[in-house]
């Protein structure tokens, strides 16, 4: 995370390393949830890029990479998260493609950017038990659009 804080000023975590293409979706889900900002995280492993991309609520990931869908050789996904190639000379324009393009949905969606927690209900403590997390851990995988209870 220390190289992320580097960005602190940047509405996006974008950055590529020399990562297993397999394990960027599960580090971009960390960083999302570490900076509340949409990250996209990729493999530098070749010429072509590969990667994942993770969202917070309500900003809409793959409609930004359309925004700028001529800088990808492909990208795909939903509201929430996607994948992504690019080629390697197109790093910057699409860092700032997507900087552009989220600087513009700050101005019209400003609420969604402040981290926040929501519940559904308050639970009294004293039915707080081991049995409790035991029957919580049945409901897993917990993740984009059911989040893990708190």
Request: proline share 4%; net charge negative; hydrophobic share 35%.
């Amino acid at each position: 995370m220390s190289t992320i804080n580097q960005f602190t000023t940047d509405p996006l975590v974008f950055m590529g390393g020399d990562w297993h293409v397999g394990v960027v979706g599960i580090a971009a889900s960390r960083v999302v949830e570490e900076t509340w900002k949409p990250a996209w995280l990729y493999s530098k492993t070749d010429d072509i890029y590969r990667g994942s991309a993770r969202s917070i609520p309500g900003f809409n990931i793959t409609k930004a990479m359309a925004s700028i869908s001529h800088l990808f050789i492909s990208y795909g996904g939903h509201k929430g998260a996607g994948g992504f190639a690019f080629k390697k000379d197109q790093e910057s324009n699409i860092r700032e493609g997507l900087q552009e393009y989220i600087n513009k949905e700050k101005k019209q969606t400003s609420d969604i950017w402040k981290s926040s927690i929501t519940y559904d209900c308050e639970i009294d403590t004293t039915l707080l038990t081991l049995n409790l997390v035991d029957l919580l851990e049945n409901f897993r995988p917990f993740g984009y659009g059911f989040p893990e209870p708190l």
